[in-house]
């Protein structure tokens, strides 16, 4: 049941995101409440500690995409809400597969865009400033005066796409690796 529900609300949320480009809380906080309920009802009090877990581990990343890196706080409860249902262990997967499936999916559309090289090239220098600053403490000041490519509102919106595809496309994903494996 919670694998059917799951899939069907991660479809229905990345159908509002394509056309709207949002996650509506209207969808969001009674999947999050119904897995609070269905997780209490299936394991008593230790089940819905399991689901609280799992709801902050897979919300954890999106909150901090939505606060520093520009994600949307729709995503952020929808993950919340898919771990309120699933657990922590079957979370865990869906957390991995939805990663991929972001990046495969983005780096598909910067390729579509013809933007992939200027992608790959930011993607490398951020990687490369965050081992640099963990390891030393101070920041890299090469890649904080590297010069970018000026980025218009034209082509900035090239590199945006709804997260809500992503997430749908890694729940499949993560469905049938639990199913088949």
């Not at 819905?48 to 709801?55: I, Q, R």
Request: glycine share 12%; charged share 15%.
């Amino acid at each position: 049941m919670q694998w059917g529900v799951v899939i069907c609300s991660s479809l229905a949320a990345a159908i509002t995101d394509l056309r709207r480009k949002r996650i509506p809380n209207v969808l969001t906080m009674p999947l999050l409440a119904a897995g609070l309920i269905w997780s209490g009802w299936q394991g008593g009090v230790r089940g819905v500690g399991e689901s609280v877990a799992a709801c902050a581990a897979l919300a954890a990343p999106f909150v901090l995409l939505f606060l520093f890196g520009g994600g949307g706080a729709g995503d952020a409860k929808l993950m919340g809400a898919i771990g309120a249902w699933l657990g922590l262990e079957q979370g865990i997967v869906v957390l991995f597969c939805v990663c991929a499936a972001g990046i495969v999916l983005g780096l598909a559309k910067a390729a579509m865009n013809k933007r992939l090289k200027f992608v790959l090239a930011n993607v490398f220098v951020s990687v490369y400033t965050f081992i640099v600053l963990m390891l030393t403490g101070r920041k890299n000041t090469e890649a904080e005066n590297r010069p970018t490519e000026p980025l218009n509102r034209e082509k900035s919106d090239d590199l945006t796409m709804p997260y809500g595809v992503a997430i749908f496309a890694g729940v499949c994903l993560a469905a049938g690796y639990v199913f088949l494996w």
